[in-house]
Nanobody, 122 residues
Framework: QVQLVESGGGLVQAGGSLRLSCAAS????????MGWYRQAPGKQRELVAR???????NYADSVKGRFTISRDNAKNTMYLQMNSLKPEDTAVYYC????????????????WGQGTQVTVSS
């Protein structure tokens, strides 16, 4: 079993900061990529930021320069530092991972966390 557990969400005023964490646990041999997605009410889930095993990152245009994704490979944990938050950043933020559970896996499997609410007040 693999679990992704997010933490760090909450209520913050516009211009403030939050740091989200996502801890992966269970049967994990290697993690190819991890990412943060978000879904606001009435909208589709969208990619916020993604980091691959080599450290390369990509961001949604709407968060570039404000959010930073990072990863601690030793702890199988990913972070999202969110600065200069705006009311339009309000959403449920989900952790996502492509990983191999065992050495023998011939492909990676995709997992989602349960989500953490981020609310930015104006």
């Amino acid at each position: 079993q693999v679990q992704l557990v997010e933490s760090g969400g909450g209520l913050v005023q516009a211009g403030g900061s939050l740091r989200l964490s996502c801890a992966a646990s269970g049967s994990i041999f290697s993690i190819n990529a991890m990412g943060w997605y978000r879904q606001a009410p009435g909208k589709q889930r969208e990619l916020v930021a993604r980091i691959i095993s080599g450290g390369s990152t990509n961001y949604a245009d709407s968060v570039k320069g404000r959010f930073t994704i990072s990863r601690d490979n030793a702890k199988n944990t990913m972070y999202l530092q969110m600065n200069s938050l705006k009311p339009e950043d309000t959403a449920v933020y989900y952790c996502n991972a492509d990983l191999k559970r065992y050495y023998s896996d011939f492909r990676a499997y995709n997992y989602w966390g349960q989500g953490t609410q981020v609310t930015v007040s104006s």
